[in-house]
């Protein structure tokens, strides 16, 4: 069973939906009054997320604005709008059940604009699904980071199937219209006869779902794998933020994550219904760079495809391709300028050090960015540091801001270039080999001044850095509070190139401190500023980032009271 060990938070929802964590209460979803077709733009959306932020809308007031986003189809915002506003209302029932049931109707949108689902999931045998369910529940009652239920897991099953058969995608793709009022009759069924339903065990898990496909494909029709993947997907929903069953597709794309380089034309977007796909990032020496796309540009159009009212999930599915192949796209500029491109898909590798120069000559001030804890990191900081050192480098600006995290392993041997004694970094899990403490190996460690930059997406491995750097009093963190991921990830490689995204332990700092939720706050704090993407690259572009200016003067200090 190949495993690695994994510490990544999701920077945008639209990278992983998150999960259901408390249990499934059998109450019937509030309805959803339809509303005429059409489109809230991102900039009445951001206004809005800026009156609940500052207290100027009630409860009820997001509860409804968000219900229009669910009824245009715009869930991703809706996601966003509701855990906005449940952060000013906390205790808000409506706006609790709300959120979940979007983020379940979200999950089953997104499963069905995979095409790695449809085409080799949808196809198995009902054994051989019920045997794929099997092994995830089986991984997660022996290793998931606490101990859950089988009862749990299958309920969560049954409220996705619930929500499923409530969901346009899932119903097009496998109900006849003629048994569309069966399969409102079905949800009644599995309200009454399913929702909490005791199971003892896993073998009494699968007479479950048995039966429950036995009665979908009688009543209505649908298929037995697609009820089995509903409870697969669905046990998920019991578990973290951060713990997924992961497709084929999505099993790939991580693992490209994990190991820096993956095939495409290297862009990070996300869909903006109505505008098209936003370039949140173009990457590094990609076709996409080399065709000129630029952050903050929309992608209009794919292989002749209007893409404005796309999901990001099928965008990117239209966006897919083998090496080699070429994708004809129309995007529009900042400047609403309509430009083309074909580009050729190929090999992209992703850099985690993207930057990396000296800011002061004079005071010798020297400057890395950093975007992930991937397999080539280690290499690339080490190549780094020798020439800013080679250039006269005596203090270092090491910049985490927007890095969502990477690999555990590769974050402990990074800051160990640091710290020359004690510990780095700790976890625990349930099994033993979840439990381990890194130390510092006092070999080759650079004493230099160091400022940290973070912000509020500087999450887990990053937080691993920021931990160690602020116990061990071994520099000054400069920037905003970061996102508070404090767990790891076991990536689980399954049957049919599937896997399992699964938190096996918690991290601690080496003062014994897990900040779960809350992130670590700066040393110094300063005014959050809204970038689309970090592309500055001389010295004078990356010394006008108020956090660099920031580092700076911290820097400056610290140098005159040396002389």
């Not at 973290?240 to 380089?261: A, C, K, M, V, W």
């Not at 020439?387 to 402990?412: F, H, Q, V």
Request: aromatic share 8%.
């Amino acid at each position: 069973m190949q495993r690695l060990r994994h510490a990544l938070a999701y920077k945008w929802v639209l990278a992983a939906i998150t999960a259901v964590t408390f249990g499934v209460n059998c109450q019937r979803l509030p309805a959803v009054e339809p509303l005429p077709a059409g489109v809230i733009s991102a900039d009445q959306i951001a206004e809005n997320l800026k009156a609940i932020e500052e207290g100027r809308w009630t409860a009820s007031e997001a509860f409804r604005f968000g219900e229009e986003l669910e009824n245009l189809q715009q869930r991703a915002e809706a996601i966003r709008l509701y855990e906005a506003a449940l952060d000013k209302f906390p205790e808000d029932g409506n706006l609790t059940y709300a959120l979940r049931r979007t983020r379940v109707h979200f999950s089953v949108d997104r499963r069905y604009s995979d095409r790695s689902f449809q085409e080799k999931l949808l196809r198995q045998g009902r054994a051989e699904a019920l045997d794929l369910m099997e092994d995830v529940l089986t991984r997660v009652q022996l290793e998931y980071v606490t101990k859950i239920s089988a009862t749990k897991l299958i309920a969560h099953g049954t409220e996705s199937l619930y929500m499923a058969l409530g969901n346009d995608r899932f119903l097009d793709t496998h109900v006849k219209s003629a048994f569309r009022p069966a399969a409102e009759k079905l949800r009644r069924k599995l309200t009454s006869d399913y929702w909490n339903r005791r199971v003892a065990s896993r073998l009494e898990a699968r007479m479950v779902v048995t039966e429950v496909c036995e009665l979908a494909r009688r009543e209505v029709g649908i298929p037995d794998t697609a009820v089995v993947m509903e409870y697969l997907f669905g046990s998920c929903n019991a578990l973290d933020d951060y713990s997924h069953f992961l497709t084929p597709d999505r099993y790939n794309d991580l693992f490209g994550s994990i190991q820096g380089e993956f095939v495409g034309i290297g862009i990070e977007m996300e869909g903006e219904k109505g505008k098209g796909m936003h370039l949140v990032n173009v990457l590094l020496d990609s076709p996409a760079e080399e065709g000129g796309l630029l952050p903050g540009d929309f992608i209009v159009e794919i292989d002749g495809k209007e893409c404005r009212d796309l999901t990001t999930d099928d965008a990117a599915g239209l966006l897919r391709g083998p090496r080699g192949s070429q994708v004809d796209i129309s995007y529009e500029t900042s400047d609403g300028k309509i430009s083309r491109s074909v580009l050729t898909r190929r090999s992209v590798v992703v850099r985690s050090v993207t930057s990396s120069l000296i800011l002061d000559q004079d005071q010798g001030v020297g400057y890395i960015r950093m975007t992930g804890f991937q397999n080539s990191t280690e290499e690339e900081m080490d190549a780094a540091l020798r020439d800013l050192e080679s250039r006269g480098m005596k203090s270092l600006i090491w910049d985490l801001r927007d890095n969502p995290g990477g690999l555990l392993d590769t974050a402990a041997n990074i800051i160990d270039r640091f710290i020359d004694r004690g510990v780095l970094v700790s976890t625990e899990g349930r099994s033993f080999d979840q439990t381990q403490t890194f130390r510092a190996n006092a070999h080759n460690t650079r004493s230099m001044p160091l400022v940290l930059l973070v912000n509020e997406n500087s999450a887990s491995a990053s937080e691993i850095v920021a931990g160690a750097i602020n116990d061990h009093r071994r520099g000054t963190i400069v920037g905003r509070r970061t996102y508070g991921k404090w767990s790891v990830q076991s990536i689980i490689h399954l049957p049919g190139g599937t896997g399992l995204k699964l938190t096996t332990a918690k991290f601690f700092s080496p003062e014994h401190q897990n900040y779960a939720g809350t992130g670590i706050a700066p040393h110094v704090a300063v005014e959050n500023t809204h970038r689309t993407a970090f592309r500055a690259r001389t010295s004078d572009e990356i010394m006008v980032d108020p956090d660099v200016a920031r580092a700076l003067e911290v820097l400056e200090r610290r140098f005159t009271r040396n002389n």
